[in-house]
């Protein structure tokens, strides 16, 4: 089975900088399209960011565009979030999922447990 542990969360100020890390295990990492997730007590889980099997392509939610870059090492089975520019806004609990390729649809089969992204005006 598919296991995801997320790292690198902390507490930061406003304008800084964070890399959150995701270790894939249990499958072959690169059968599985990578996603960002992240959600804020009381709220829906928000779509951060995506990235397909080989990296050669990503999507980015609008509320992080220009601020946030997802990409993978499918050498080291890890996918990665630079966080730049961080608001207050971006404080949330961030999760790593996979996709797997061949679904036929964009369902995200597993996820890990989330690490504190907490981010001070």
């Known amino acids: 089975q598919v296991q995801l542990v997320e790292s690198g969360g902390g507490l930061v100020q406003a304008g800084d900088s964070l890399r959150l890390s995701c270790a894939f295990s249990?499958?072959?990492?690169?059968?599985?399209?990578m996603g960002w997730f992240r959600q804020t007590p009381g709220k829906e889980r928000e779509f951060v960011a995506r990235i397909n099997w080989s990296g050669g392509s990503t999507t980015y939610a609008d509320s992080i565009k220009g601020r946030f870059t997802i990409s993978r090492d499918n050498a080291k089975n890890t996918v990665y979030l630079q966080m730049n520019s961080l608001k207050p806004e971006d404080t949330a609990v961030y999760y790593c999922?996979?996709?797997?390729?061949?679904?036929?649809?964009?369902?995200?089969?597993?996820w890990g447990q989330g690490t504190q992204v907490t981010v001070s005006s």
């Open positions: 249990g499958r072959t990492f690169s059968s599985y399209a």
């Open positions: 999922a996979a996709d797997y390729r061949f679904n036929g649809r964009r369902k995200y089969d597993y």
